[in-house]
């Protein structure tokens, strides 16, 4: 038989020198080299709990030890922080004390009677792994929720089918102006606006329809003081077997938008500009070039200057009035950029 060469550091809580060497035995029938510590009652274990560099993967229990027994043992067993699987292993049998035990924390429940070196070994490495995995679970969990609630967006937990809220962070709180007792008697209809909740519902709808695991898209939300704002909304399945649970985070963009419309509005100014000094005032610049080149005609006598020299200020004026037009529409567009235009 291939013995299980896994160092195990195995707790054994037994005041019975006689079953502290059957299961002594019983492990080392299936572990190559277990290490077994002892502890003959609570008061010895507790100390044991209290090292710092304590190592232990596993506690097998006895439900009566000198100082303790039975649920008050297993209460205080449980309350020195255990993150390891604890295994009872008892004389009483008593199917409802054993349901209470289980529902205190304990991993497992075995009969002293019943015990054999496989169902032992069995138990121990099945709840090594067990422990494992629900720790591994809890601690995603934990970060879950830390993520959940110092995010600086708002976020929700909402139920697709009655749309009420389950959950909300404080930045939702505090940007839609509910408190979360306000939250939990909500649904996603309170943050919309009227016109918009027949759109709502078509598209939940077309969410369940298309059985969409992800959702994105800008949508018109209402705060509690009635301000409407614009919302940039990413949704996803909270829980893969609870896919009517979904979590969405809403990142509100309505400065983003107004910001966007701001520049749109001043690049279509922009463009005016651009127009009217490519094509305005080419006319009376083409005109001045003319003019002044026929000055330079020597057959020219005093009069014909005198009218050519009328026609260049006529000229010069339009151009510094179209000029001037364009200097008020570039220091208009300063006064939303903070850029100095100088006459």
């Known amino acids: 038989m291939i013995k299980d060469k896994t ?49 232990c993967h596993c506690i097998l229990l006895d439900l009566t030890l000198p100082d303790k027994s039975g649920e008050a043992l297993i209460i205080d067993i449980l309350s020195n922080n255990i993150k390891v699987p604890i295994i009872v292993l008892t004389g009483f049998d008593s199917f409802p004390f054993a349901l209470k035990s289980l529902s205190l924390g304990i991993s497992d429940y075995l009969l002293k009677e019943d015990l054999s070196a496989i169902s032992l070994y ?62 939990m008697s909500m649904t996603l209809k309170d943050l919309r606006p009227e016109a918009e909740l027949e759109y709502l519902e078509e598209l939940i709808a077309k969410i369940k329809e298309s059985k969409s695991k992800n959702f994105n898209g800008i949508l018109t939300h209402k705060k509690k003081s009635n301000e409407l704002i614009q919302v940039e909304i990413f949704s996803s399945v909270m829980d893969a077997e609870k ?74 004026q339009e151009m510094d009035e179209i000029v001037r037009e364009v200097v008020q529409k570039a220091e208009a567009l300063s006064l939303n950029n903070g850029y100095t235009y100088e006459t």
């Open 243 to 316: 896919s009517g649970v979904r979590l969405v985070l809403a990142h509100d963009i309505t400065d983003k938008l107004k910001r966007i419309d701001a520049i749109e509005k001043q690049n279509k100014k922009l463009k005016e500009i651009a127009w009217l000094e490519s094509h305005v005032v080419r006319a009376p610049l083409a005109r001045i070039i003319g003019l002044v080149n026929m000055l330079d005609n020597e057959l020219l006598n005093e009069e014909e200057r005198s009218t050519l020299l009328q026609y260049i200020k006529e000229s010069t």
């Open 122 to 183: 069995k138990s121990i490495v099945y709840n090594i792994e067990k422990k494992k995995t629900l720790i591994s679970l809890q601690e995603s969990e934990d970060r879950y929720s830390k993520l959940f609630h110092i995010s600086p967006l708002p976020m929700w937990l909402f139920d697709m089918d009655s749309l009420r809220f389950l959950d909300v962070n404080q930045a939702a709180m505090d940007n839609y102006g509910y408190d979360f007792d306000e939250f």
């Open 7 to 55: 160092p195990y550091h195995i707790l054994v809580i037994e005041d019975n020198p006689g079953d502290i060497i059957l299961i002594q035995d019983f492990l080392e029938e299936w572990i190559l080299n277990p290490t077994i510590i002892r502890a003959h009652n609570y008061n010895e274990a507790r100390i044991l709990f209290e090292q710092e560099d304590f190592v």
